[in-house]
């Protein structure tokens, strides 16, 4: 299976970061996987944003959670990440993940996807 994310590379300071993720190979309501969205800004390490489950259940970093969004749609098989009122520290690589229910480990990453907040 292939995880694809796609979007906007440039977003200006204050607008909306939207992301799709296309999964291709598995259904995004199979049982007990999660799927997840990571980042990873220039020089730091890889930081969690949330995930939104095969049941339909969401959940989000406390950091990033009162800017942060998770849905899917279902009829497409894609996951979608909005980040709003971004600034110039939200600039970083974004992934989406699978993640298996049972043992926590995230076993099929997409390529990930520059995003560069700037005026």
């Known amino acids: 299976m292939q995880l694809q994310e796609s979007g906007p590379g440039l977003v200006k300071p204050s607008q909306t970061l939207s992301l799709t993720c296309t999964v291709s190979g598995d259904s995004i309501t199979t049982a007990y996987y999660y799927w997840s969205w990571i980042r990873q800004p220039p020089g730091k390490g890889l930081e969690w944003i949330g995930y939104?489950?095969?049941?339909?259940?969401?959940y989000y970093s406390p950091a990033l959670k009162s800017r942060t969004s998770i849905d899917r749609d279902t009829s497409n098989n894609r996951l979608t990440l909005q980040l709003t009122s971004v600034s110039p520290e939200d600039t970083a690589v974004y992934y989406c993940?699978?993640?298996?229910?049972?043992?926590?480990?995230?076993?099929?990453w997409g390529q990930g996807t520059q995003v560069t907040v700037s005026a």
């Open positions: 993940a699978r993640v298996v229910g049972r043992s926590g480990e995230y076993d099929i």
């Open positions: 939104i489950g095969y049941s339909g259940s969401s």
